[in-house]
């Protein structure tokens, strides 16, 4: 029976490092020629990085793109075939293709069809679809071309290249992680040999990049959709394997295990943050530490990612902060082997309030004042990554994001937000993991079980302002990862006014968020790219429980209604509470 | 010779409010029905804003959307057809549709065929495109529809409609304003009607929506192209008009005059400042008054845009800061009318050095103390805004933007940028227009002529860093708005070396622009979702001058150059200088 052996090429490339991600395929390729593979794949636009964004309307881009990838094609091992994903410039035209090289020259070019432009995906903003099917000759067999999505749904280029003969199905992608994608991965991939009655390679890019994270996944297949070989989770690997085209015997099962959920999604904030900070070119971290579980998780993840020498942690206690969390914070820094710093703000909470003694004369204290401190911590961080070159990571978790329970300019002030897009009851779940992974109370049992606290006013408790977390955490999932109405929201048993409320509350937000730094995604629907709303929007999701009022005839009844209904639900608008 | 009466209803919807767009809608056709029109044209999408971003995505909101369809159609006068712009979901495909409504009823829905997908445009998003030309009878008429994009391509749905046996077209717009976009609107619609030889009724929305304003610039052209009336730019209008269907002598002059190049653009600024305010709830604006052009012009705007009761004028002062400057600031507010505090920040930082000391020991001076200035008056501003319930406007201009030449959380912070995407040059166009409207030095003369500084060092001025403005904005209308090369821009005649250093700034800046305020788009390309580029990006794109280096055989050659190449021009990343 005939064989073929195969490569895969799981690597980590960094958008718009051409030359860097070059000299990526050159390296893997020559180890997938020393292992006498007959053809190694690498991802989807692996020479750009993926998404390039706007660079792709950049000509001067393209054109450096095109002369890279001539460049490497000289360089490249003759004798095996490669085959790597890049732009192609044809005329007006740009396509999302899969280019094949051997003999130093292009040999083939496939042309991605279907394009995703839902989520965080813009494809049809830069890409032409491509019509024709993608088969190439090599070593006698013939090897159908397959661009990411074009496995997701059926019909798609796979059959039509099966159907002109090709004995070997492949993919190239850019697939970004959220929880539990790679298990929709394996059950569409299975589909797809299902319908081809091929073998199937699957190579996925790893790494992170901005607020996404790609969790590789790569794998061979054969003709009846067992698992041949796959590489791990999270980490770059070249994968060689033989294939046979025709299966015998069932295979063995693979060796890799899968990850628990929280190993999962705490190897994807680690590799989203060590990929963010170095890829910048940074190497210095800061994070206030307020003896919290949220900071106390993003410090953890923080060592993981880029070594405790780099981490510093600082704690910037005010007159509201108990002597518990101030020690818990150094408890933390001194488990984890961190630098610490101690910076009171009460000298500088006072000059501000002297200083605006006048201005607010006759008004009681509220959340400016609490906003205020916020703002005081957020300087002297800057200030101390300023001075020293390095990076604050900020530590709200998705159930404040999505209340806007957090200062502008205060606690959400830096350049990468770890736990943004992590409820805060997975923030306990991950927490209880690490310290389990640590075989002690790294991060110390006070922070797991003191009922979370801003302390920007005396008892301040989160649950004075929120609601409890596990059904905030609820309303998150159904509403803004599942999309549910609130009438579904309610139906499936919570109090309609609570619903109502932290519905509102969230439609109002946006402006908040959208000042926010990026954070990774690890839900099916993070905030930002992958769920656009208008700042200015007057819609609340709950308007669908009453029917649209009668408008009158005439005069500004409609218009003056609308009005009175916006005011009344945007009051707490762009007042930059904290914590409300 | 048959002719119709027609109405244009250039209104300002607010994105969500569907219950306020539809009054909007049932006022303006009650009143074109008393001027005894037959037909009333609204925008597209109308009912719901353009554009309502993911809110398309909720099902909540379609239905909603629907049922206010269904009762404004009820509610409307029978006997005039309203053809206005709403979402339509059918089966699981959601539509960008042109509605036609009379007695009491939907009649006639046309669907979208050309969906832009590009610049600020997201459109394939959401809609499917129609297939379907839309000609509908009323009174004798027959009436061709389409969806703005339609008609900005040839053979489109309205030739089509035409051979269908359309005696008028109508074209349902929200197209943004950008300087100048009139004139290109103009040209386009002549050639539409070249090509259709039939009467053109163009209706386009007005007012601002987050970074987009819409200028308006509704019209009804005769068959040969002669404008027989057109609504005025910037307001909401209502423009009646006899159409002959065959023209017979050419039409008297259209009496609207067109605005310079300033007062235009001065106009697109105060409606989006003024919506972006009012839509949001508020009133009460406080603005940080350097004594400089960018916040005197910030300043004269918001005045207009909310009258002078409802602007608050605050100075920082630092013993930086000139007395010269100061009373220019005191001078401004005083011509203006507004209210104005002095808000010493000197105490304040002379508390953040004294806590930050030790933190601080051995190390000059750099730019950290110069950001700490300017945080420190934006946390004065927030508080002050907080405390009084009121909206920061910032003051940066293009030029700084491009540059990163201001502080993340210092003067960027606040909610809304109001000259965002206006270059210096122009900021100090539009101020001298300003004050020759006034018939005075609103803004004072030395204001116009001091060389610009950022008194956060002694004698510091921004040409001590920046290019000067006059070859910096060269550069940002080339590279950013045009999309030129570096040699491009260098065969224009500027220095290669400070081109070079120009676009890598540029370049490198990304993630501060990522969490400064929305600002309205002025230019043909504004950064924002104008301008989508990612923040780990290791392209310059200066690179085309050089060949890439050849890549190393084995080995991590080409990788390790890479990484240097990034070190080198992403050095400046996230320090976040004020001034650098």
């Not at 298990?183 to 996925?204: A, G, I, M």
């Not at 006048?358 to 990554?385: C, H, I, W, Y």
Request: proline fraction near 7%.
């Amino acid at each position: 029976m005939k064989a073929v052996r195969v490569a895969l090429g799981q690597v980590n490339p960094t958008v718009g490092d051409l030359i860097g991600n070059a000299g990526l395929v050159q390296r893997f390729s020559l180890k997938a020629r020393e292992a006498n593979a007959d053809l190694v794949v690498f991802p989807e636009m692996v020479l750009t990085g993926y998404p390039p964004e706007d660079l792709l309307l950049e000509p001067t881009f393209l054109v450096a793109t095109e002369k890279t990838l001539q460049t490497l094609a000289r360089q490249l091992p003759k004798d095996i075939a490669v085959v790597l994903g890049a732009p192609e410039k044809k005329g007006d035209r740009l396509y999302n293709t899969a280019v094949v090289i051997h003999h130093h020259r292009v040999q083939h070019r496939f042309r991605k069809w279907f394009l995703p432009n839902y989520g965080v995906f813009d494809e049809h903003r830069y890409f032409t679809p491509g019509t024709t099917p993608g088969v190439f000759r090599w070593k006698g067999i013939a090897i159908g071309l397959t661009v990411c999505e074009d496995v997701w749904k059926p019909q798609g280029p796979a059959p039509v290249a099966v159907k002109k003969g090709a004995d070997l199905l492949v993919n190239l992608s850019a697939s970004p992680y959220h929880a539990g994608k790679n298990d929709t991965r394996t059950h569409v991939l299975k589909q797809r040999v299902r319908e081809c009655h091929v073998p199937f390679l699957y190579c996925n890019t790893v790494g992170g990049q901005d607020d996404l994270v790609y969790d590789g996944g790569s794998r061979v297949m054969d003709d009846r959709g067992h698992v041949l070989a796959q590489s791990p989770l999270f980490q770059e690997d070249l994968l060689v394997c033989d294939v046979p085209l025709k299966s015998t015997t069932p295979p063995v099962a693979p060796a890799v295990l899968p990850l628990t959920r929280e190993d999962e999604i705490l190897s994807a904030l680690t590799l989203g943050t060590r990929d963010y900070v170095i890829k910048n070119g940074f190497k210095k971290i800061f994070i206030g530490l307020s003896g919290g579980i949220d900071s106390a998780l993003t410090a953890c993840i923080a060592v993981d990612a880029l070594g405790k020498e780099n981490v510093v942690g600082v704690t910037l206690p005010s007159r509201f902060n108990a002597r518990e969390t101030q020690q818990d914070a150094a408890r933390l820094a001194k488990n984890l082997g961190i630098a610490f710093h101690s910076v009171p703000i009460e000298e500088i909470v006072r000059a501000f309030n002297k200083t605006l003694r006048p201005l607010f004369k006759g008004l009681s204290a509220d959340v400016t004042e609490e906003n205020l401190q916020s703002r005081v911590r957020g300087t002297l961080l800057m200030a101390l990554a300023n001075k020293h070159g390095g990076l604050v990571l900020t530590t709200g978790n998705k159930s404040e994001m999505s209340m806007g329970y957090f200062t502008l300019y205060g606690d959400s002030a830096g350049g990468f937000s770890v736990i943004k897009d992590i409820p805060k009851t997975l923030v306990y779940d991950l927490s209880r993991r690490v310290n389990t992974r640590a075989g002690f109370s790294l991060i110390p049992k006070d922070t797991l079980t003191r009922p979370p606290t801003a302390e920007l006013r005396p008892n301040q408790k989160d649950q004075d302002t929120l609601p409890p977390y596990n059904v905030l955490d609820t309303i998150i999932q159904s509403y803004v990862e599942e999309n549910k109405s609130f009438k579904e929201i309610v139906a499936e048993g919570l109090p309609s006014s609570l619903v109502q409320k932290t519905m509102n509350t969230m439609d109002a937000m946006e402006h908040k968020r959208r000042q926010a730094p990026l954070g990774i995604k690890i839900t099916p629907r993070a905030f930002g790219r992958d769920r656009r709303m208008p700042i200015t929007n007057r819609f609340r999701s709950d308007q669908q429980k009453k029917a649209p009022p009668p408008l009158k005839k005439g005069g500004q009844g409609g218009f003056a209604l609308a009005l009175v209904f916006a005011f009344s639900l945007t009051f707490p608008y762009l007042v930059s509470f904290p914590r409300v």
